[in-house]
């Protein structure tokens, strides 16, 4: 494949709800571009761009997609996006190395639930944007009243650029706004220039002068010319409205047909003539010096400078081993070339250098800055490092993910398979970071914190292909804590005599609570030495270890306040052991006259639905003790805001989703610990008898 110069690249991120159609035109950019002869098909399981076998069993998207296009003089590196809530990491990685993303809007449902939760992260990372309206050529579809819809939430930015020749089953082709140019397809989605319709000519001409006014009113100087002449030059329209979409003034509004690749090729001459080059979003912000880094730096995307690149994407297939996508951030890649990993401290060689498209790979020299393309044989390279020369110290930033929402104990079905399933976890979890594995040796639990059901069941799924672990699934312990309300004083004296030397260890404590959060205190209040002050330190030790299981659920005791204030030794027979025994005994003794009680984990959760479903969420959360905090609007849907505990959450994203028809998606951050009711309690304290007798 020819080198392309970073003025050349498009980097383009496909977005869009589940179902919209973006694998669909990921598909036919790739036909119409020539790097396939055959328009895949996702139903058919043919499609470039879901290639996987996880894809094409699901006939939807799980995982980011890199399809190298070239068209004209430029290079579309299209990054086709899951829709799918649970796949949000693959979409936050395919954003964070991009320059525009296109959300592609399904003609026949408008903007969805999964549009406003991606287009919060488009706005994240502040990228120029446009809109393309894909199955316009579907029953009932009336593409003015989607762009008012998009108009609507998005404001006046949202600017059509084209307009539908026919709507739904009558729609023949499209108008180009900006070129006053009508155009039909034929079946291989080649254009064909028509007359404008009669019926049409005013709708153009009206939205053409939108678009020259949003143009003006983004730049200073255009501005003064428009209201000097009423009118600008095709030049100016084309440099005002490069622009106006880098600074995010105009989001243009594109249309077609994926499927019948109708439009498709207009979509790509508008990509490769107004959306920007990697270039024109120079610098970007790097930090300097190593792993401990903070001071930013702005870093040029150019061809000419020092090499450092940024791997976003780590894959691993059978045959070949891991695949590393990266990003060239500034200077030249070339096969062979000596660089250091500032994350890892360690030093790579290039060796192989391959364009992407799908699972096909082309073997390159060189890549440019801006450019995107893989890496094979790194020896210690994880997704998320950056790669530079040894002089130019830099890593990029951080790339911030959700909190998973869904969690799930997790153990091998063949005994012995514990270390391939802690080693394979381990390696998928470097592919994919937006899901938590804790190892709980308290509970003797190994627990999946994922985005969903359906990332949970691609993650063992992998387990399985790739590590041969064959997993069971079960609903984890909740991690309690004990704490106190009460306050007493205790003594415990150990003393044992078995021949010889006894043991002799006499401590008073008084026990109380601390404030909520304070943790763990530990006061000495020993006077006159009744106590050597040697010992001291082994009281505070058998504390502790008491504290590790408070005596009501085996869950760790918190928020307490112990004292030792009097007790008795023996000058022969007293020792650290004696007195560590007497405050582990005197504790667990004490901790149950303190009216113990148990805590809870309570998260924060935000719920968007549609606002039909609000009734429903808010009552289904009050079910699971929830605590409302309140309401708010997003565009045509409503976020729930509510406190509820982690033990009424366990698969709460499958039933939101049942209860929603597939519509509702949440979030859920750790708030605090908080008293369990009482008659809850009892009950978890009984399971967990239950469970130590069986």
Known sequence: MKIFETEQIRNVALVGQRGCGKTSLADAIAYSSGITNRLGKVDDGTSLSDFTDEEINRKTSVGLSLLACPWKDCKINVLDLPGHPDMIGELITGLYVSETAIMVINATAGIEVGTEIQYKYIKNFNLPRAFFINKIEKEHVKIIEIIRQLQDRFGIKAVPVQLPIGSGLEYKGVVDVLKKKAYTFDDKGKPTLTDIPADLTDAVDEARQKIVEAVAEADDALLEKFFDRGELSDAEILEGLKKAIVSKTIYPILMGSADRNSGVQLFMDFVAEYMPSPKA??????????????????????????????????????????????????????????????????????????????????????????????????????????????????????????????????????????????????????????????????????????????????????????????????????????????????????????????????????????????????????????????????????????????????????????????????????????????????????????????????????????????????????????????????????????????????????????????????SRTFSHYEEVPREIMDKVIEEVKQSKEE
Request: glycine share 10%; proline share 5%; with cysteine.
């Open 281 to 666: 979003l120079s610098p970007i912000n790097m930090l300097k010096g190593n792993q401990k880094a903070d001071e930013i730096i702005g870093v040029d995307i150019a061809s000419d400078g020092k090499l450092a690149l940024y791997v976003f994407k780590s894959l691993s297939e059978a045959h070949i081993g891991d695949i590393s996508l990266f990003k060239v951030i500034s200077g030249k890649a070339l096969q062979g070339a000596d660089v250091q990993n500032f994350n890892q401290s360690t030093s790579e060689r290039l060796s192989q250098i391959y364009s992407i498209s799908g699972k096909e790979r082309k073997e390159i020299d060189a890549v440019n800055a801006g450019d995107i393309a893989a890496l094979v044989k790194l020896k210690s390279t994880k997704m998320g490092d950056t790669l530079a020369l040894k002089d130019i110290p830099v890593m990029m930033p951080k790339v911030e993910y959700p909190e998973p929402v869904m969690d799930v104990g997790v153990r091998p079905k063949a005994k012995g398979d514990e270390e391939k399933l802690s080693t394979g976890l381990q390696r998928l979890n470097d592919e994919d970071p937006t899901f938590k594995i804790v190892i709980d040796p308290a509970l003797r639990q190994t627990v999946l914190f994922t985005q969903g059901s359906t990332h949970t069941e691609i993650i063992t799924g992998k387990l399985n292909k790739k590590f041969g672990v064959d997993i069971e699934q079960f609903k984890p312990r909740i991690p309690y804590r004990e704490t106190i309300k009460g306050k007493t004083e205790i003594q415990h004296r150990y003393k044992k005599q078995s021949g010889g030397r006894g043991q002799y260890g006499d401590v008073h404590l008084r026990i109380e609570p601390n404030v909520r959060g304070g943790g763990f205190e530990f006061l000495d209040e020993i006077k006159g030495g009744v106590i050597p002050g040697k010992f001291i330190p082994s009281v505070e030790k058998g504390v502790v270890e008491a504290m590790i299981d408070g005596g009501l659920s085996g869950s760790p005791v918190v928020d307490v306040k112990v004292a030792v204030f009097y007790g008795s030794y023996h000058a022969v027979d007293s020792s650290d052991m004696a007195f560590k025994m007497a405050g582990l005994m005197a504790f667990r003794e004490g901790f149950l006259k303190c009216t113990p009680i148990l805590l809870e984990p309570v998260y924060n959760v935000e719920v968007l639905v549609p606002d039909e479903y609000t009734g429903d969420v808010m009552g289904d959360l009050s079910s699971r003790r929830g605590k409302i905090a309140g309401m708010d609007p997003e565009g045509r849907y409503q976020k729930v805001r509510a406190t509820v505990p982690q033990a009424e959450l366990y698969n709460y994203s499958v039933d939101l989703r049942s209860m929603t028809s597939g519509q509702g998606i949440y």
